[in-house]
């Protein structure tokens, strides 16, 4: 079978030597990747950077999955509701394959009233805050805050899933009823 580019008789050379860092940038190397393994007019030298940075998104999940692990463990024994947003959740429910969906990141959401306390968790289970300007926070009424996990994956800890008080003020977003309606899933 042929892939779609190869139905169109002729790929210039440069595109195809741009082909992986548009994947990337784009963010659908796995996409890609499945659509070029078969690919006969794909020189082999495409293919493997293309697979490469198929490989580092599973990595980057493999390396999430195990910070996700830990906050599970901290935020459980203390009894705090939190929810998981994008990511693996968009990875497993979604694509299915880790590597169609590349993430870096873990996009954990808790109640207001609770960030202070989930930082203190969190940095008590080895986490550590990676904002140090709290000023400029404050004056920007930052709905997150940044961590690093033992693992150095980075977390957004939210309390709201906007990230500006402008962004707020433009679109509501009824935190309690995203808690209210939230489901849990089991990511593998």
Excluded: C
């Amino acid at each position: 079978s042929t892939s779609p580019l190869e139905r169109s008789g002729t790929i210039p050379d440069a595109g195809l030597r741009a082909l992986p860092a548009a994947a990337r940038y784009h963010r659908v190397t796995g996409f890609v990747v499945r659509s070029v393994r078969e690919a006969t007019l794909i020189p082999a030298e495409v293919r493997r950077a293309l697979e490469l940075s198929y490989r580092v998104g599973i990595s980057q999940h493999l390396r999430a999955m195990a910070a996700l692990d830990e906050l599970h463990t901290a935020l459980s024994t203390v009894g705090v509701r939190w929810l998981l947003v994008k990511g693996p959740v968009l990875s497993e429910l979604l694509y299915e394959d880790p590597g169609l969906r590349p993430y870096a990141d873990l996009d954990v959401i808790v109640p207001p009233a609770d960030l202070p306390d989930v930082v203190s968790y969190l940095e008590d289970a080895g986490f550590r805050s990676l904002d140090r300007n709290w000023p400029l926070m404050h004056s920007l009424g930052a709905g997150e805050v940044h961590l690093i996990s033992p693992q150095q994956v980075e977390v957004d800890l939210h309390w709201h899933l906007l990230f500006g008080s402008e962004q707020r003020r433009t679109f509501h977003i009824e935190m309690a009823e995203l808690f209210e309606r939230s489901r849990p899933v089991e990511i593998r």
